[in-house]
């Protein structure tokens, strides 16, 4: 197993927060802005309206399959930071 953590500044450009695996990743996000909601998706074409809505100190946790990826974004104008613990199924 494998873990690791980092902190996203997320704006109104999708950004990669968890990459693929070749084994499946298991990973908990937690929006630890004030005030701005973060909008989570599957890949970069994620937007405020298709994505998973994070509201500010929201926390959720995901199981990837192999091959999946995580996008996050906000609103126009709007910036927050993301929190992300990924853990590798096999090291």
Not at 46 to 64: N, Y
């Amino acid at each position: 197993m494998s873990l690791s953590t980092n902190q996203y500044a997320i704006n109104a450009t999708a950004t990669l927060v968890v990459d693929q695996s070749a084994s499946g990743v298991r990973c908990t996000l937690h929006n630890i802005d004030q005030g701005n909601p973060v909008y989570v998706g599957a890949s970069s074409s994620v937007t405020s309206v298709t994505g998973f809505r994070m509201d500010a100190k929201d926390k959720l946790q995901v199981t990837l399959n192999p091959s999946e990826q995580l996008w996050a974004i906000c609103a126009a104008n709007q910036t927050a930071t993301l929190a992300v613990v990924r853990q590798t199924q096999y090291a």
